[in-house]
């Protein structure tokens, strides 16, 4: 049982390209969310999704959008990365039936943007 | 509001100390309060959580303690040991009628324990 699996594990881009970071969880959770990690700012909300074809906005979702196609799978995008979103993110799934409510994170996608 | 603010930053306690981490929130529809534990290069996993229905909960070494009315929260870890430091995020969700919401975290406590 592989969990939440994120690819890649280490990104480098320049300013202006675009990227996917990938997210897939085994778990059969119809929730999925991308936080990014950044030092002192502890976990920001990006995007989230309450089950296939349906994602909502989180705290700072500028600069990155999301699709939700599967169960398994929610891609996080950078259209056009900046200096800014340099940071560590990572894509976490749970169950969200109240009481069942641990949500299991992926190991992380360091992203450098120079 | 939305906020759940932690202290200390950091932390550095003696091997067989007790490490207290403090949360306090404002908004008082949140009703699940949960701990995670985060190692260097991995990602937070959940440590223990509480809901507001009860003031303690205590998982081997680590407690968590409750007070409603104060909209505090902290997490105690007793004989603290050096496999402990890591970084230690509060957070807290609540129940939109659906199904339980996006959790908000705290900034996170470095735990440092000195052997």
């Known amino acids: 049982n592989a969990g939440v699996t994120q690819t890649p594990k280490f990104q480098v881009l320049k300013t202006g390209q675009s990227m996917t970071l990938q997210c897939a969880q085994d778990?059969?959770?119809?929730?999925m969310s991308w936080y990014r990690q950044d030092p002192g700012m502890g976990l920001r909300l990006i995007h989230y999704?309450?089950?296939?074809?349906?994602?909502d906005q989180g705290e700072v979702p500028n600069g990155y959008n999301v699709s939700r196609s599967t169960t398994e799978d929610f891609p996080l995008r950078l259209l056009s990365a900046a200096p800014s979103q340099t940071s560590v993110y990572f894509c976490?799934?749970?169950?969200?039936?109240?009481?069942?409510?641990?949500?299991?994170f992926g190991q992380g996608t360091r992203l450098t943007v120079v | 509001q939305q906020q759940v603010k932690q202290s200390p930053q950091s932390l550095i306690v003696q091997k067989g100390g007790i490490s207290i981490i403090n949360c306090a929130y404002e908004?008082?529809?949140?009703?699940?309060f949960p701990w995670y534990q985060q190692f260097p290069g991995k990602g937070p996993a959940l440590l223990i959580a509480?809901?507001?229905?009860?003031s303690e909960k205590k998982e081997g070494r680590f407690t968590i303690s409750f007070n409603k009315s104060a909209k505090q929260f902290s997490l105690h870890i007793m004989d603290s040991q050096p496999g402990d430091s890591a970084t230690y995020f509060c957070?807290?969700?609540?129940?939109?009628?659906?199904?339980?919401?996006?959790?908000?975290f705290g900034k996170g406590t470095k735990l440092s324990v000195k052997p």
């Open positions: 778990m059969n959770h119809e929730y």
């Open positions: 509480i809901r507001p229905d009860v």
């Open positions: 999704s309450v089950g296939a074809g349906i994602t």
């Open positions: 957070a807290a969700s609540m129940y939109d009628g659906g199904s339980q919401g996006n959790l908000i």
């Open positions: 908004n008082t529809a949140f009703d699940y």
């Open positions: 976490a799934s749970s169950s969200r039936w109240k009481g069942t409510t641990e949500a299991f």
